[in-house]
């Protein structure tokens, strides 16, 4: 069965640090683009950042950069997402995904396998 856990959430104060990561099963994440996504309550779901297959290239919404960092290790079918600096308006349910690896965005429409997510909570 294809799946995606995203794990490492949790409660940070105002400047600290988390890093989440999202592991797959039933098939290989290496072959793929993945995209960490959030929803805060009441707001649309956004896109933070994005990573392609090989690991080389990135892209970060432009509330994520200078402070997360997306990377991959495909040997452990898993990628990373390194938040630092978090701020309360960093609070959100955090999803991974995964797309064909044609190229780095946002559009969930390329996005077809959603892990459950996991809760970021950035309070003091």
């Known amino acids: 069965q294809l799946q995606l856990v995203e794990s490492g959430g949790g409660l940070v104060q105002p400047g600290g640090s988390l890093r989440l990561s999202c592991a797959a099963s039933?098939?290989?994440?290496?072959?793929?683009?993945i995209g960490w996504f959030r929803q805060a309550p009441g707001k649309e779901r956004e896109g933070v950042s994005c990573?392609?297959?090989?690991?080389?290239?990135?892209y970060h919404a432009h509330s994520a950069k200078g402070r997360f960092t997306i990377s991959r290790d495909n040997a452990k079918n898993t990628v990373y997402l390194q938040m630092n600096s978090l701020k309360p308006e960093d609070t959100a349910v955090y999803y991974c995904?995964?797309?064909?690896?044609?190229?780095?965005?946002?559009?969930?429409?390329?996005?077809?396998?959603w892990g459950q997510g996991t809760q970021v909570t950035v309070s003091s």
């Open positions: 995904a995964a797309a064909p690896d044609y190229g780095l965005g946002f559009y969930e429409g390329l996005y077809a396998y």
């Open positions: 039933g098939f290989t994440l290496g072959y793929s683009t």
């Open positions: 990573i392609n297959s090989f690991g080389n290239r990135t």
